[in-house]
């Protein structure tokens, strides 16, 4: 079965600072992974998806996240912060031909921006 | 637009009773599921359900019932068994096994249960 660490519970980085967000998952083969995010009591919107090809995939909000099949890691980064990013962020893990349609999520990293 | 409904935003209940929360999808998504989701734990997988009719057990069922009656509807009983109902409740939805893996999960926007 597949599994997901977020390494750091919390994060704290000052507007206009870079920021990078650690995921990484265990499973035998390339997953499906996903990065979510959630602001304070609501649901979680998709930011971004990898399935296969260019291992570097473009999200919503400026987000980027890279697929390091070697280090079994698909860190979520962005290049400037702003403060409306501050909010939980999970990272998950689907299989391919699963036929359960599962996903396992991280336990979520929560990023506060300092002005 | 589609997407997914939960009721109440916020829900309050005595110790003893029984409260059931609503979850409606316009996505004809096949598969829907239940989350609980507490402070510094991450997501937890109450019940899920692949198709109308069937749904299964997630890893803190106890205290928890489903029905899938409608494709659109998975509303989950919080019954008076479970001990420690305070919590934020999200619903989500995906759809089948051919393109799951393009959408992944839809979210609702939770259900916030306080026992009073």
């Known amino acids: 079965a597949q599994s997901v660490t977020q390494p750091d519970i919390h994060i704290t980085v000052s507007e206009g600072a870079s920021l990078e967000l650690r995921c990484n998952y265990s499973y035998g083969a390339t997953p499906y992974l996903f990065w979510y995010v959630q602001s304070p009591g609501q649901g979680l919107q998709l930011l971004l998806k990898?399935?296969?090809?260019?291992?570097l995939v473009q999200g919503i909000k400026g987000f980027e996240a890279e697929f390091k099949r070697s280090q079994s890691s698909f860190n979520l980064r962005k290049p400037s912060v702003h403060w409306s990013d501050a909010a939980e962020y999970f990272c998950a893990v689907g299989a391919p031909n699963n036929a359960g349609n599962m996903l396992t999520f991280g336990g979520g990293t929560r990023l506060m921006v300092k002005p | 637009d589609g997407g997914i409904t939960q009721s109440p935003k916020y829900l309050f209940r005595k110790e003893g009773q029984n409260v059931t929360l609503s979850c409606e999808q316009n996505l004809n998504h096949d598969a829907m599921y239940w989350y609980r989701q507490d402070p510094g734990q991450g997501l937890r997988l109450i019940y899920y359900?692949?198709?109308?009719?069937?749904?299964q057990k997630g890893d803190i069922a106890e205290g928890y019932s489903v029905s899938r009656e409608k494709k659109e509807s998975f509303p989950l009983t919080v019954t008076s068994a479970q001990k420690n109902p305070t919590a934020f409740y999200l619903c989500?939805?995906?759809?089948?096994?051919?393109?799951?893996?393009?959408?992944?999960?839809?979210f609702g926007s939770g259900t916030r249960l306080t026992v009073v």
């Open positions: 989500a939805s995906s759809p089948g096994t051919g393109i799951f893996f393009l959408y992944g999960y839809t």
């Open positions: 359900s692949q198709i109308v009719n069937d749904f």
């Open positions: 990898y399935f296969s090809g260019d291992t």
